[in-house]
């Protein structure tokens, strides 16, 4: 693949509005941009998705901009690589550290695209001209205020809602969002908030004809989430729980799940998301691809998995108005009657903006093979 430079970014972006959940609140979005190229010219890009602080897992931002300048460009750069998936097993001897790992690997997979003619849905296998997407909604400060900002997204079109719960505040909710939308397609996303003590309490969540409760459980544990699963109607959808294609056949193999949202960041790049893809459409397990505030990079990446055929339930993947006064792609990611389009052009098919990432970058770091 000819790869000659490699460059890291770090990026602050404001967003909208606050998010929060039940690991708290964020409007600062701190990332890292990877950017490939190759000695034609070309650039590949990717997004890492790791947070500023460690909430969703162990990894960070500071730990990512460690671990891609430190171990994985040097890797990379040492290696005489001819496809994608051979990174996850390059970077094999590095222990977990799964989102920096995604970040270096999209951008390989953004520029093997390029360097094929062809787009980044297709590289991967995807069927797709047109994707389906749902809209994720954090904790709101009353339950009014929830109800209408859940009625302005459905009246842009979005086909799924899902809203973050967490103890205290989760029956009152849904009850209220059942009351007013009584058809719509609903799941609750409970960021590991409770445990098997709850189990009574989640038992009420069946009375609202959820689409699915997410990751209600530990996020490191697939056996209680098999017998909490075994207590409910609603079907469990695991999140954090999978980091690998042998997390998701465990869980699978265990009963602990009945869907799997992928996360690219999460399983540590497209080549394991696709794997992991590919044994739940064997075994029938509905997947969809949640989000993590990505900026348009990650969002891109994103809408090319999706097209992947299992992907059959609304994923995260929203418009880039959604979260962003001014993204970082060209055109922006736009959503019409709950569809984005998956796009035909090379790579991700959206061209990175570059004033728009010089002036959101806070620091820079650049390695090339001639030193």
Known sequence: MDIREIIVRRMKMKMKQPFTTSFGTMQDKHFLLIEIKDGSGRSGWGESVAFDAPWYSEETVETNW??????????LLD???SHPDEVSGLFSPIRKNNMAKAAVEGAVWDLYAKQQGMPLAKALGGTRQQIEVGISIGIQQSVEELT???RHHLQEGYKRIKVKIKPGKEIEILSALRQSFPDIALMADANSAYTLA???LLQRLDEFNLMMIEQPLASDDIIDHAILQKELKTPICLDESIHSLEDARKAVELGSTKIINIKIGRVGGLTEARKIH???MEKGIPVWCGGMLE??????????LTSL???????DTA??????????????VVMEDGYINVPEDPGIGYEPDIASIDRFMTDRWSFSKEG
């Open 295 to 304: 900026a348009g990079i990650g969002r891109a990446h994103n809408i090319a």
């Open 79 to 81: 290696a005489d690589l």
């Open 319 to 332: 418009a880039s108005s959604r979260y962003w006064e001014k993204d970082i792609i060209q055109p922006e």
């Open 278 to 280: 590919d044994y739940c």
């Open 66 to 75: 460690h671990m891609i300048r430190d171990f994985l460009v040097p890797i």
């Open 198 to 200: 709850d189990t009574a």
């Open 148 to 150: 209408e900002v859940v």
């Open 309 to 315: 055929p299992n992907f059959i339930l609304p994923g």
